[in-house]
């Protein structure tokens, strides 16, 4: 079992810049597969970035490829996702996931364990 905390969420400007983090507690990422989601008002969970921890691979949504970074930390047991260039269309509860099989991939099913979620809201 794995609990998800994710912090850095807020309020920014259009052009911005946040760092989310996501922390584990429980057990350690090492093996798993690490994703980040989305979900604006009205609208379904979109995904956005994920990590294979033991490998390193790091795959994108096409919509923020190019702005957006996945990292993850062993030390400190965290994924981090940076977030550069911010659009108001990247307005959404952002959550983090984690899967104990090491799935890194778009499908939120394939997750096991979710955060609670931080709010990310970009202004124009």
């Known amino acids: 079992q794995v609990q998800l905390v994710e912090s850095g969420g807020g309020l920014v400007q259009a052009g911005g810049s946040l760092r989310l983090s996501c922390a584990a507690s429980g057990r350690t990422f090492s093996s798993y597969g690490v994703g980040w989601f989305r979900q604006a008002p009205g609208k379904g969970r979109e995904f956005v970035a994920a990590?294979?921890?033991?490998?390193?691979?790091?795959y994108y949504a096409s919509s923020v490829k190019g702005r957006f970074t996945i990292s993850g930390a062993n030390a400190k047991n965290t994924v981090y996702l940076q977030m550069n260039n911010l659009k108001p269309e990247d307005t959404a509860v952002y959550y983090c996931?984690?899967?104990?099989?090491?799935?890194?991939?778009?499908?939120?099913?394939?997750?096991?364990?979710w955060g609670q979620g931080t709010r990310v809201t970009v202004s124009s």
């Open positions: 996931a984690a899967d104990d099989v090491g799935y890194s991939g778009p499908d939120y099913r394939e997750y096991d364990y």
């Open positions: 990590i294979s921890w033991s490998g390193g691979s790091t």
